[in-house]
């Protein structure tokens, strides 16, 4: 017994010491939260930053993307946010409501690094209520990858602009695939896809200020029944990303012959698909409903942002400027196929002679963000589950997206009654 | 000298029980009754930064709870697992307790610490590890379904096996622990009684129904309850293998309190969920604890 | 023959059962030292064919894993000490020594059993942030610290304890507390080894409550870490099987050597109901 209490006295002390353990000691050392494969590979980014900055340390922690979103927020109400993190640009209205982030107006004010220097919706993604909150670190949106062989064969050398012309392609390819095969890979648990159409169509998903679903407004609509019908038409199978075997086996096998996807696919396919396919596939910009300039995506993609508690701004925000570097976002791109923010470095032969970049070039001077409002996040996972009813569960679409309207209009109470008090205020 | 006396006993026992008992006041009563008054507030992500922002709501949290289908199918997915689960594993539990403490059997020391082992193992370990035994294609469950002739079967993508899935892993990891309990239980009974039974030509069944069970009873009421208060628990498996996926069909109540709690920190329609949770686990004892007590009168 | 039989049937059972109940751990084990894609083959294997630790290596060297591991062990040895004082005195308390409101208390504590624990841990969180306790070893093991079903298992056994013989301590003039200390205590250790053991087990094993308390990667616990490894490298198959071994491998040792406290102290608890 007089031992254990020994042990329980020694937990006592090293509990007490270890709230004690103070950053004592001399230079600084930068905390960096980073996601998936980007946070594998910054770390070696930042060894050339503290080359060039000695006396500064970069501790980079990497959090899966599954988890991150959760872990930045306990982050944040533990009061244990770090210095600097990689956040999805989706996000940033959330923590920006909760004031988490440091404004970086004044810091951007003194700063080679201006707006001109990014991709007009992509800037603009980064901007609530007229602060700038992050600086784009990478640059991501959807577009349309397929097979140009099998869609060569089918008639159509290059992909159609328009929905109706696109609809009729995605027909043809699948005649020709039979009834065992599928035109469009369109998984219903992945919900950026619909999000592309939706602004293709000029949906604004949120009204009255973000406090209300728009969900059942004839744009969305519009949207909402091309993307049912590509489904209803066989030409899209009802499966999530997780249910089919290996995509990238699917995709060259011909099961399906079109995938909308991010950049990252980029490498995946050069590296998977096998050699004989290398010349058979390509990318084209999102059709729009009315001709190729209506045909918009997502404004998406991550910043670097500054966390308010930070006591090392100065430092994280040279570790910010520094990888914002034409030069280093270069690398960045070579090492992971993260397109690149900064739009000097896309002068770089490397992007503009490959026509399958070029298209994402394209499609990002097309791009809208999505609603700041911080509920967004869980707004996107219930379309999803609402659309996923639709597209598997065979619900009608017209009562479907009115019960959608209403849970989106109930989530948003919250912030309804928050802008009432602020005008209210305001108004007095 | 403290605690010398009638009255030293007095003052020792509450100096004695302060530490533990202020711990679990302070860390346990106190939460959770503040669970029931964040269950009252519309406390979401707002209130994170300024608490001022949380409204009382009275039973609105409730209402939307009892309202919200998402509910419903997280509350059938954790009945079928207390329904399903619960029975399986004590239906295991009691086989396994037979064989090993059956005269016949041989070694029994070895199978009763080897059909423990599984319940000391670290549930999210376990869970990692049958993730890949229920690979679709790798997976050597499928491998040996298929030796038997069984079609492969996609356990954590079909909507329809993600469940089972899960129980069966459950059963697997949990069946020892009630083993053992049933075991003391069953070395209770005194071998007269067998004897007995045996003198007046029972066979086996015979002697299991009429000698076994009705002996056993008090100690399979007790892993009954504790197995079904564990099984509401659901949450490390799910949250592991299939997040709640897939449409669903494998979200529990506790997943589903962690999410709008974690994920979304819409806190106080959390710990409205989890009250709920507690009122179903109380009724359900209580019924449990009615039928048995109807059983054996 | 057929007085064979049923012996055969019953020790073949058995048998299966082991089979049944082995196979998934000896898989983990054996893909944790195959080279990386073996374990993805078909059919699929069942030994390694070249055995190799780098899995292991990259454990404890890129992903430092050793870090973790020395979390769980000094979040689970510090529960475990000061949770076999607080629910000694405690228990023995409510067993052996006359207070008001003793009965009451201890009613008061069971019920509270019927409690899950979910109920309490969103507020829990929000307690501990006020008191700056989010992301700490402390914040973790504030709930092992005293478990009622501690003080419930202590204070079952202690009422065992002879009265007389602690009567006869007191007649002698001793306090009460020497007489917990020279007399109880002695008596109390088979209890104590037994509540130790679950409080360490339970303590390694606990997934739900770090998993929300804790942030920074370098102080997850060992079974946290490997889930949020299991996110990110989900195509590694051997590498998550090694770091599930390094999971399981210390509460089974633990479990294979003090078998017996663990067993006795299951039984005792079951069988009283």
């Known amino acids: 017994m007089r031992s254990v209490v020994g042990v329980a006295l020694a937990a006592a002390t090293v509990i007490g010491l270890e709230g004690c353990r103070a950053a004592a000691g001399d230079g600084v050392t930068l905390r960096f939260w980073a996601m998936g494969r980007e946070g594998e590979v910054v770390q070696e980014l930042v060894r050339d930053f503290e080359r060039e900055n000695p006396g500064v340390r970069v501790r980079v922690q990497q959090i899966p993307w599954s988890a991150a979103h959760e872990k930045l927020l306990t982050a944040y109400v533990g009061e244990a946010t770090p210095d600097i993190a990689q956040m999805g640009n989706t996000w940033m209205a959330e923590f920006a409501a909760l004031r988490a982030l440091e404004p970086l107006g004044p810091l951007l004010a003194r700063s080679a690094v201006d707006d001109t220097s990014y991709f007009a919706g992509i800037w603009e993604s980064n901007v609530i209520d007229g602060q700038p909150l992050g600086v784009p670190w990478y640059v991501d949106t959807r577009i349309i990858f397929y097979r140009s062989d099998l869609f060569a064969r089918a008639g159509y050398p290059r992909m159609p602009g328009r929905w109706d012309e696109w609809r009729t392609a995605l027909m043809a390819v699948k005649r020709r695939a039979g009834p065992a095969g599928y035109a469009l890979f369109l998984p219903p648990n992945e919900y950026e896809p619909l999000l592309a159409l939706g602004v293709s169509a000029g949906s604004r998903f949120l009204a009255e200020d973000g406090t209300r679903g728009a969900f059942s407004e004839p744009a969305f609509r519009r949207a909402f029944d091309f993307y049912a019908s590509l489904y209803r038409d066989g030409l899209a199978p009802p499966m999530r990303n997780n249910e089919i075997a290996n995509l990238y086996q699917e995709f060259a096998r011909g099961y399906f012959a079109a995938y909308i996807t991010g950049p990252w696919n980029l490498g995946e396919f050069a590296s998977r698909l096998p050699d004989s396919l290398q010349h058979a596939w390509a990318t084209a910009p999102m059709p729009g409903p009315d001709g190729p300039a209506t045909g918009a995506s997502l404004a998406g993609g991550a910043s670097l942002v500054v966390f308010r508690g930070s006591r090392h701004k100065e430092e994280a925000w040279r570790l910010v400027e520094f990888l914002s570097r034409p030069d280093q976002q270069l690398r960045f791109y070579r090492l992971t196929g993260d397109l690149p923010a900064r739009r000097e470095a896309w002068s770089d032969s490397a992007l503009t002679g490959d026509p399958r970049i070029r298209a994402f070039g394209d499609q990002l001077t097309r791009t809208v963000s999505m609603p700041k409002v911080p509920e967004w996040e869980l707004i996107a996972n219930r379309l999803r589950d609402y659309a996923e009813r639709v597209v598997r569960g065979g619900e009608p679409a017209d009562t479907t997206l009115a019960e959608l309207d209403r849970d989106v209009s109930r989530l948003l109470e919250k912030r309804r009654w928050l802008l009432a008090r602020a005008h209210a205020g305001a108004a007095r | 000298m403290i605690g010398v006396g009638v009255r030293g006993q007095a003052v020792a026992g509450w100096m004695f029980i302060a530490p533990a008992v202020s711990l679990i006041l302070l860390f346990f009563f106190v939460p959770v009754t503040a669970g029931l008054v964040l269950s009252l507030t519309d406390f979401v992500i707002y209130a994170i930064a300024s608490p001022a922002t949380a409204r009382f709501v009275g039973l609105a949290n409730f209402a939307a709870v009892l309202a919200d289908p998402v509910f419903w199918t997280a509350l059938r997915n954790t009945l079928f697992f207390v329904l399903v689960g619960g029975p399986l594993t004590v239906a295991v539990s009691l086989a396994a307790a037979l064989l090993v403490n059956s005269r016949l059997a041989r070694a029994q020391g070895f199978f009763r610490s080897l059909y423990f082992a599984p319940v000391v193992t670290t549930l999210v370990a376990m869970a990692v590890v049958w993730r890949y035994l229920y690979h679709p294609h790798y997976g050597l469950i499928n491998h040996v379904l298929g030796l038997v002739g069984l079609g492969p079967v996609d356990w954590l993508g079909d909507p329809r096996w993600s469940m089972p899935a899960i129980v069966l892993l459950s059963v697997w990891k949990k069946f020892g622990y009630n083993m053992l309990i049933l075991l003391a239980g069953l070395r209770t009974i005194p071998d007269e009684l067998y004897e007995a039974a045996s003198l007046d030509g029972a066979g086996w069944w015979a002697k299991f129904r009429h000698v076994t069970l009705p002996n056993l009873a008090p100690t399979f009421l007790f892993v009954a309850v504790m197995t079904m208060i564990e099984q509401f628990q659901l949450f490390a498996e799910p949250y592991v293998m299939t997040q709640g996926g897939p449409l669903k069909s494998t979200t529990s109540i506790v997943l589903l309190m962690y999410e709008e709690g974690f994920r979304w920190w819409r806190m106080g329609y959390a710990a409205a969920i989890a009250f709920v949770l507690f009122a179903i686990m109380l009724v359900a004892t209580m019924i449990q604890l009615r039928l048995q007590k109807e059983q054996t009168t | ?273």
């Open chain 3, 1 to 273: 023959m057929r007085r064979r039989l049923p012996a055969l049937v019953v020790n073949t059972l058995l048998v299966l059962g082991a089979l049944a109940t082995a196979t998934p751990l000896l898989w983990m084990l054996s893909a944790s030292f195959m080279p990386t894609g073996q374990s993805n083959e078909l059919p699929p294997r069942l030994l390694p064919s070249a055995p190799t630790l780098e899995h292991y290596v990259i454990l404890f060297t890129r992903l430092d894993l050793a870090r973790n591991l020395g979390n769980s062990l000094m979040i689970a040895i510090g529960s475990t000490a000061i949770c076999v004082v607080l629910c000694s005195m405690a228990g023995y308390a409510f067993a052996r020594l006359e207070f008001n409101g003793r009965e009451k208390v201890f009613r008061g504590l069971v019920m509270g059993m019927l409690i899950p624990a979910q109920v309490g841990m969103l507020p829990l969180f929000l307690l501990l942030k006020a008191m700056g306790l989010v992301n700490t070893m402390a914040g973790v093991m504030i709930p092992m610290m005293a478990p009622i079903f501690g003080i419930f298992m202590v204070r079952q056994y202690a009422l065992g304890i002879p009265r007389d013989l602690l009567d006869a301590a007191r007649m002698d003039g001793a306090s009460e507390w020497r007489v917990f200390w020279r007399i109880v205590v002695p008596l109390l250790r088979p209890i104590m080894a037994t509540l130790a053991i679950f409080i360490f087990l339970s303590s390694w094993n606990d997934f739900l409550w770090p998993l929300i308390v804790l942030s920074d990667d370098a102080r997850y616990t060992l079974p946290v870490a490997l889930a949020n490894l299991s996110g990110e490298h989900v195509q590694d198959t051997e590498l998550m099987m090694a770091g599930a071994v390094l999971t399981v491998t210390p509460v089974m040792l633990v479990f294979l050597v003090l078998q017996r406290h663990y067993v006795r102290g299951l039984l005792m608890g079951g069988v009283k109901g």
